[in-house]
């Protein structure tokens, strides 16, 4: 395997790939794998699902780099392929609870700024349920902007919505958050 260095951006190592060094897309899947598979498990509690989305998210992202743009956010693309695959997942099976460990419930809190206080276990399954109840199309920015901690610019990329209306998604889904956790 060429030597890669830490240093070199993702798009960087694509252009590499796509020039031939294949298995430098080790590399890209080293970087991704856990924030893939925490992102992906939002969506569902198997683990077993989570895998073979991860790894429908790296095949068809391997199959793709020649569709994508090296100028843009390869976080951004991939993320978009991790939605869609976990969307379709979702879709052909009853979405399953909400996983949210104390770690991220920290993370979250500190962003989130809701005025709840609660303790971080309590937080963990409070916010965990609450999520479950926000609507899909609120949920998504929030969890991209607060537990991913994902850009606005990214979070637009990821679900092809325009960067003002990201803005808005958050604002409202962080309200609507704040209304059932107080419930």
Not at 53 to 58: E, K, N
Not at 141 to 163: A, G, Q, R, T
């Amino acid at each position: 395997m060429p030597e890669t260095s830490n240093n070199q951006s993702d798009e960087a190592i694509l252009v590499l790939v796509r020039n031939g060094e294949s298995e430098l897309y080790g590399e890209i899947i080293r970087r991704y794998q856990a924030k893939l598979t925490r992102y992906i498990r939002r969506f569902t509690t198997s683990e077993t699902a989570n895998e073979d989305i991860l790894q429908d998210v790296f095949i068809k992202a391997y199959r793709n780099l020649f569709d994508f743009d090296a100028n843009r956010s390869f976080s951004s693309w991939i993320y978009r392929i991790a939605h869609n695959e976990a969307i379709n997942h979702c879709k052909k099976f009853k979405r399953e609870a909400l996983i949210l460990d104390e770690g991220e419930w920290e993370i979250a809190d500190d962003r989130l700024e809701l005025g709840i206080s609660i303790d971080k276990k309590e937080g963990a399954l409070r916010i965990r349920r609450a999520l479950q109840k926000l609507k899909e199309k609120y949920r998504e920015p929030v969890v991209l902007y607060f537990f991913e901690e994902k850009s606005y610019e990214e979070i637009s990329d990821i679900l092809h919505v325009p960067v003002s209306t990201v803005g808005t998604l958050i604002a409202r889904g962080k309200t609507k958050l704040k209304i059932i956790m107080q419930e």
